[in-house]
């Protein structure tokens, strides 16, 4: 899968040398990337290689103890993350943005309707027509292929599958250019997450959007990215286009992710 | 207000508040009158009554009563229930002020959950008993976030509400403690008023405080401020209407409690605002059930 990338265009979020300690414990070091409009990057690594850490100061939800990391608006202008406000900050992360959470609860608002966490951010930027609110919450649900007839259950009653796939409709309802992905398809068995897979793929060509993934299933990084970032005790060891870092992987660490892998 | 403080009868500093604490308080009510439908921390105090009994309207009616003051305390719009006289003896008795059950006549109202009828002056301080400020308490418990929220104006979450009652009810099924945003900015739990009061609210030329005891908050609407319940574009707000008028003194266009007779199935609609009814039948007026009151089955049995 290669990327659609315009050359001539200027990346979306560009990253330079982020680092975040815990006290005295390194969570990542000197992460640099740029990542272009339309395109995903998969970060993969094994437990406690910093890549949760990495996501979280990417997505502004983490201070960063040194570096920088710069989002272009919608206005084209390159905004330093840690110069927003508060309200500019939150008002990225609930239109332009999207963040899926591993876990689906941890997305979701568990106590209202399938319908009204769909509906919750277009409310949210000042949408107050209840039956258009509806409409799109209707239309996401088919799109993300969880039945329309469910729209005013409780996310409770819905399985693990389709949680997920609901908490992808509630961030993609605002058309985010940019999505944040925790492990999406972690705790899924194994057909449900080949169709999550699936879905997100298309979502992804079909809306253009900058992904970054974050897993630790390289079967997952390989269907889903254009690039793929390695990262081991905190560094990126190997950063390169997704089949040939699996396919021809040059680092020690790398070769032994990738023949690690269990084969059936 | 409360300076030339003769002594009354009690061992209680006037109002039953020591001074320090009404000061406190009244710079509370300063500050939320500053910024409508702002909710201001205050150091509410331990009363002699149990919280939800309306701890935080007592505590502001005591820092801003006199001695010249007239107090009128409603319940459920009624003055005769158990909170109201109750309230209404502790003023006079600490305070030794006059009290009324006439509207008109009152300088200062305490009221649990009504608003009445008649419209009130620029001369009135309307005090509403609180027992939940935070309107988005039930949608986002914790209180750090919800605080940013205010801050911040992300008052989508309100709407998420209003969308859930029409998903499952087909309109806005909230009745009571309906949420409104004030002077466009922020969004404020009016107390548990029925939403048919929510129009008294906005452009009142009285001062409307509302004090929340066991959560700790004051907060304002001055007179004349902008006051607009949420609602959806297709999905308006509306208030409650009743299919008939009031059994007693014919009132319509007022709000109603519904009042069951008997065992048969019997009942009647009578004003929630009793002061406003004694007015109308003393006036002359009669509603179809006058005057049935001393035999009540007779009228429902047939």
Not at chain 1, 26 to 32: I, P
Not at chain 1, 52 to 59: E, F, H, I, P, Q
Not at chain 1, 188 to 211: F, G, P
Not at chain 2, 102 to 119: C, D, F, G, N, Y
Request: glycine content about 8%.
């Amino acid at each position: 899968m290669s990327a659609p990338i315009d050359p001539g265009e200027a990346p979306l979020l560009s990253v330079e040398r982020l680092t975040r300690f815990y006290g005295e414990r390194l969570g990542c070091r000197d992460v640099s990337f740029d990542l272009y409009p339309g395109e995903v990057l998969a970060v993969v690594g094994e437990s406690g290689s910093g890549k949760t850490t990495l996501l979280n100061c990417l997505a502004a939800r983490m201070k960063l103890s040194s570096g920088a990391v710069r989002y272009r608006m919608r206005d084209g202008e390159m905004r330093d993350l840690a110069a927003l406000g508060e309200a500019e900050r939150r008002f990225l992360m609930r239109t332009d943005w999207g963040f899926v959470h591993q876990n689906p609860a941890d997305g979701l608002r568990m106590n209202v309707s399938a319908g009204a966490n769909v509906g919750e951010r277009l409310m949210a930027i000042g949408e107050r027509n209840y039956g258009e609110i509806r409409g799109s919450a209707h239309d996401w649900l088919s799109r993300v292929e969880v039945p329309t007839d469910r729209i005013d259950d409780s996310p409770r009653a819905f399985s693990g599958g389709m949680r997920q796939r609901l908490q992808i409709a509630r961030n993609l309802v605002t058309a985010p250019r940019l999505v944040f992905m925790d492990e999406p398809t972690g705790g899924l068995d194994v057909s449900v997450q080949a169709r999550l897979l699936d879905l997100i793929r298309a979502l992804v060509a079909e809306l253009r959007m900058a992904a970054l993934v974050v897993t630790h299933d390289l079967a997952v990084a390989r269907l889903l990215s254009h690039r793929i970032m390695v990262m081991k005790e905190g560094r990126v060891v190997e950063e390169g286009l997704t089949d040939r870092v699996l396919d021809d992987p040059q680092r020690p660490y790398t070769q032994l992710l990738v023949s690690s892998i269990l084969q059936v | 207000m409360s300076t030339a403080q003769e002594k009354p009868e009690t061992p209680y500093n006037f109002a039953y508040l020591d001074e320090q604490t009404k000061r406190m308080i009244r710079r509370a009510i300063l500050k939320a009158v500053a910024i409508p439908g702002y909710q201001v921390p205050f150091a509410s105090r331990e009363m002699p009554m149990p919280y939800g009994w309306g701890t935080g309207g007592v505590q502001v009616t005591a820092s801003l009563i006199g001695p010249d003051d007239v107090l009128k305390v409603i319940d459920q719009g009624a003055d005769d229930t158990t909170n109201a006289v109750s309230i209404r003896s502790f003023f006079a008795k600490v305070a030794g002020v006059k009290t009324t059950t006439h509207t008109k006549e009152a300088s200062l109202i305490q009221t649990r959950h009504r608003v009445p009828e008649m419209p009130l002056s620029e001369n009135q301080i309307l005090v509403y008993q609180v027992p939940i400020p935070e309107p988005l308490r039930f949608l986002e418990p914790r209180e750090t976030e919800t605080r940013l929220m205010h801050a911040l104006e992300e008052y989508g979450l309100m709407h998420v509400k209003l969308y859930e009652d029409i998903a499952r009810h087909g309109h806005i099924a909230t009745t009571y403690a309906y949420p409104v945003k004030v002077e466009g900015r922020y969004v404020m739990d009016p107390s548990p008023i029925p939403k048919f009061d929510n129009p008294k609210l906005t452009n009142s030329p009285a001062l409307q405080l509302f004090g929340a005891g066991r959560e700790k908050r004051i907060y304002a609407l001055p007179p004349y401020t902008r006051v607009e319940s949420l609602d959806f574009e297709d999905h308006p707000f509306r208030v409650q209407e009743f299919s008939e008028p009031c059994g007693l003194c014919g009132a319509s266009g007022v709000y109603l409690d519904e009042v069951i007779l008997d065992d048969h199935g019997g009942r009647m609609f009578v004003c929630s605002d009793t002061d406003h009814c004694e007015g109308r039948r003393e006036a002359g007026h009669r509603g179809h059930l006058a005057g049935a009151m001393g035999a009540p089955g007779a009228e429902a049995a047939e």
